[in-house]
């Protein structure tokens, strides 16, 4: 197979498929426009090749031949552009999802990932050599669809194969288990009887793990094993990953772990092969992949999260306009919102559906529209609705576009806002919109300009404790991101939300060695975690520097009073003072900053709250809502 670039786009879960696991218009137009943006080879999400065990909500699927008209539209439509496609083919085993309805789990031995609520059925050899079948059968179907090849997903310990190929979850004693040369035997017996049934042309490919990174798991001296065996059974590409699903921001990467995550491995293995070996993992950036293929660490590019940000991510490196890029900030929402909506999401694009921010329609009637807030909701705002053809000026208090977007990037490993806060700043700029900064809308503006609308994007503002005046220095958390002020020795920062416990991550010492110069920090919640809000791979990295660092966390905690030097707080019935305070940051959230409604309200203007002037929350839902309501407005 001639593939027209070393940017391959990466198999991730998107819920467009039917609750049954047909393709969907909406499927279609995901994988098409990705094509169009100029990737070169496109791996699907997983594709089930059985009907009983389903790995999401919407899972895809090939397991008998009424779906093969659905992959052969899909395939048609991604071809147009000169792109190829895989289906990922994938057996979810003890990773499947428990619906009713549901049988017990199974995979190669009763050992199961630690959230499970019942182990795994371990598998009889039969049913083993039933399943290699289907894999087969699916496969064969792929082809009979025009696709151009299969992945067999074999990573991550991760499902069926992965799961035989670790040792963490493969115990067997049978001809299945052991030692590597046995681990590897259904994955080996997969790739033959796919080759088999799809003739010599078929390109197979196999995603694997180089190293688990994980105690008693697969090393890299397995996975390259792995790899030649892989090679000699007659798959035609490796794509290395690395980490397990279960060791949370090991095999998915979160900001805060190094880019290009698993390079060392494919870098190893590509040593070991002769077949194109591919590595994954925050290839996020135009530099760094050129510097992954000069440097000869792999063929091939595998890109994800950035191609959902922008599908033309690949036109754009082309084209010299890496600066038009909207860059990925890494917080694996699109991971999450996958479990959690009926379609993936994405913090920065705000639709990924047929209808998004380059198919709105001009509006029937224009008008002239005040779009109040420089932040991401406002920026979004003004964006739609000036592309929708509105007279949009654009009014921030301050000196600069960018509002809650600009400090989001100042915490550790949060870096990469800063791209997209430049991002959204350009593309404002760029658009049609009347941009006056420095500029405070009150009644004397309102009443000496004209507008048929009003946007109020104005954001939120911290949340106040009144016995925080009591300390002679105190502040909100934010206030030492932006250096308006400095943290002594012994700081207590009230709230372990995201934004408490970045602040704690910002100011503890980087190493915890008791040295005399090192600040102390202490957290104390009100719920019995911290950051209840976030349970991505992101939220792991940053609790594991937190505890690294010696950051004390106390959580059912109710501070109760704060005098000059201490912090008096209440656990289990019992009342706690800390002495010799000399720093209190608090962070107990947000209040919607949105009182210029009451302005406009007497004046009779017709406007809309947007963001977090609406409801405080993440930067997501600004952007989103901004996006949702301008383009109908």
């Known amino acids: 197979m001639v593939v027209k670039n070393r940017v391959f786009m990466t198999p991730m879960?998107?819920?467009?498929?039917?609750?049954?696991?047909?393709?969907?218009?909406?499927?279609?137009?995901?994988?098409?426009?990705?094509?169009k943006g100029g990737v070169g080879l496109i791996i699907t999400e997983v594709v089930m090749v059985e009907p009983t065990y389903k790995y999401i909500a919407h899972t895809a699927s090939l397991q008998d031949d009424s779906y093969i008209a659905g992959w052969k539209k899909l395939a048609d439509e991604v071809h147009k552009y000169g792109g190829k496609i895989v289906p990922q083919l994938l057996h979810p085993a003890y990773m499947a999802l428990p619906l009713p309805g549901t049988p017990q789990l199974v995979g190669p031995s009763e050992v199961g990932?630690?959230?499970?609520k019942e182990p795994p059925r371990p598998l009889t050899i039969p049913e083993i050599h039933d399943l290699v079948e289907l894999f087969g059968d699916a496969a064969k179907r792929?082809?009979?669809?025009?696709?151009?090849?299969?992945?067999?997903?074999?990573?991550?310990?991760?499902?069926?194969?992965?799961?035989?190929?670790?040792?963490?979850?493969?115990?067997?004693?049978?001809e299945y288990g052991g030692d590597i040369t046995h681990r590897i035997r259904l994955l080996l017996e997969v790739i033959e009887?796919?080759?088999?049934?799809?003739?010599?042309?078929?390109?197979?490919?196999?995603?694997?793990?180089?190293?688990?990174?994980?105690?008693?798991?697969?090393?890299?001296?397995?996975?390259?094993?792995?790899?030649?065996k892989v090679e000699?059974?007659?798959?035609?590409?490796?794509?290395?990953?690395?980490?397990?699903?279960?060791?949370?921001?090991?095999?998915?990467?979160?900001?805060?772990?190094?880019?290009?995550?698993?390079?060392?491995?494919?870098?190893?293995?590509?040593?070991?092969?002769?077949?194109?070996v591919a590595t994954v993992g925050r290839l996020n950036e135009p530099w760094l992949l050129e510097e992954v293929l000069q440097r000869d660490l792999a063929d091939i590019c595998m890109v994800g999260r950035s191609l959902l940000c922008d599908p033309d991510f690949v036109n754009k490196i082309m084209l010299d306009q890496e600066e038009d890029i909207r860059p990925c900030i890494g917080c694996l929402g699109c991971l999450s919102s996958t479990m959690l909506k009926d379609h993936i999401e994405c913090a920065v694009n705000p639709a990924m559906t047929i209808e998004n921010e380059e198919t709105i329609s001009k509006a029937p009637i224009t008008k002239s529209i005040l779009v109040v807030g420089g932040g991401p909701g406002g920026m979004e705002a003004a964006y739609i609705l000036s592309k929708r053809g509105h007279q949009v000026t654009?009014?921030?208090?301050?000196?600069?576009?960018?509002?809650?977007?600009?400090?989001?990037?100042y915490p550790i490993a949060k870096q990469f806002f800063t791209s997209a806060t430049k991002y959204f700043i350009k593309r404002t700029y760029d658009s049609n919109v009347d941009i006056q900064l420095n500029t405070c809308v009150d009644k004397t503006y309102l009443k000496t300009h004209h507008f048929d609308h009003v946007l109020v994007c104005t954001g939120a503002k911290p949340k106040k404790m009144e016995s925080l005046s009591k300390h002679p220095h105190s502040g909100f958390a934010q206030d030492i991101l932006l250096g308006k002020m400095w943290a002594g020795k012994n700081v207590v920062i009230i709230g372990g939300g995201s934004v408490g416990c970045e602040v704690a991550d910002f100011i503890a010492p980087l190493v915890n060695d008791r040295h005399p110069n090192n600040k102390k920090i202490t957290v104390i919640e009100m719920q019995d975690n911290i950051i209840m809000d976030d349970t991505s791979p992101g939220r792991s990295v940053l609790v594991q520097r937190m505890e690294r660092k010696g950051v004390k966390i106390i959580t059912n905690a109710t501070v109760t009073d704060i005098?000059?030097?201490?912090v008096t707080y209440q656990q289990n019935n019992?009342?706690?003072?800390?002495?010799?305070?000399?720093?209190?940051?608090?962070?107990?959230?947000?209040?919607s900053d949105n009182s210029l409604e009451a302005i406009l309200k007497d004046m009779n203007i017709s406007y809309t709250t947007i963001g977090d002037a609406k409801q405080p929350g993440k930067i997501k839902f600004a952007i989103l809502d901004a996006y949702q309501i301008c383009k109908d407005l």
């Open 563 to 566: 005098t000059e030097t201490t």
């Open 142 to 174: 792929a082809k009979q669809a025009g696709l151009d090849g299969v992945e067999i997903h074999a990573a991550h310990a991760h499902a069926l194969i992965g799961g035989f190929l670790s040792p963490l979850y493969n115990k067997r004693i049978d």
């Open 394 to 409: 654009l009014a921030e208090k301050s000196a600069h576009l960018g509002g809650a977007m600009v400090v989001a990037g």
């Open 232 to 276: 000699e059974a007659g798959a035609n590409m490796i794509h290395v990953s690395g980490g397990t699903t279960i060791h949370r921001g090991s095999s998915i990467t979160p900001p805060g772990t190094p880019q290009a995550s698993h390079v060392r491995s494919s870098a190893e293995i590509k040593k070991c092969v002769k077949i194109p």
């Open 113 to 116: 990932p630690y959230y499970a």
């Open 13 to 35: 879960s998107t819920n467009f498929a039917t609750v049954d696991g047909y393709v969907t218009d909406e499927m279609i137009h995901h994988y098409a426009r990705r094509a």
């Open 193 to 228: 009887n796919v080759r088999k049934k799809c003739g010599s042309d078929f390109p197979i490919i196999v995603r694997i793990s180089g190293d688990d990174y994980e105690d008693g798991g697969q090393s890299l001296h397995e996975g390259c094993y792995i790899a030649r």
């Open 574 to 591: 019992q009342s706690i003072t800390l002495n010799d305070i000399d720093t209190v940051l608090l962070a107990i959230g947000y209040e």
